[in-house]
């Protein structure tokens, strides 16, 4: 099994920056692909970033991309999702998420998930 519990959300205003930490434990190994989505009232979850612990396969979402960077310390099993020039739509409960042995970006490839940390971007 795998935990992953995150942290960081919070209230910001429109242009500011949050950043997202999520802890793995148990069973993780190099070969889990991270991966952080988010879920706004109403709308399905999305992909919004994800990465490999080995720092390859990165991958971001359309709507995120040159604002949020996704990160990770495999030696500490943490995971970050650096978010900036933060909008109003980007409001939203942010998961963190593991799956293992392959990098798919759709939420059903993931069979980990964190209880979720809600960030809200004010206008």
């Known amino acids: 099994q795998v935990q992953l519990v995150e942290s960081g959300g919070g209230l910001v205003q429109a242009g500011g920056s949050l950043r997202l930490s999520c802890a793995a434990s148990?069973?993780?190994?190099?070969?889990?692909?991270m991966g952080w989505f988010r879920q706004a009232p109403g709308k399905e979850r999305e992909f919004v970033a994800g990465?490999?612990?080995?720092?390859?396969?990165?991958s971001y979402g359309d709507s995120v991309k040159g604002r949020f960077t996704i990160s990770r310390d495999y030696a500490n099993k943490t995971v970050w999702l650096h978010m900036n020039s933060l909008k109003p739509e980007d409001t939203a409960v942010y998961y963190c998420?593991?799956?293992?042995?392959?990098?798919?970006?759709?939420?059903?490839?993931?069979?980990?998930w964190g209880q979720g940390t809600q960030v809200t971007v004010s206008s």
């Open positions: 148990g069973r993780i190994s190099s070969q889990y692909y």
């Open positions: 990465l490999g612990w080995g720092g390859v396969r990165v």
């Open positions: 998420a593991a799956q293992y042995g392959s990098s798919a970006t759709t939420k059903s490839a993931f069979q980990y």
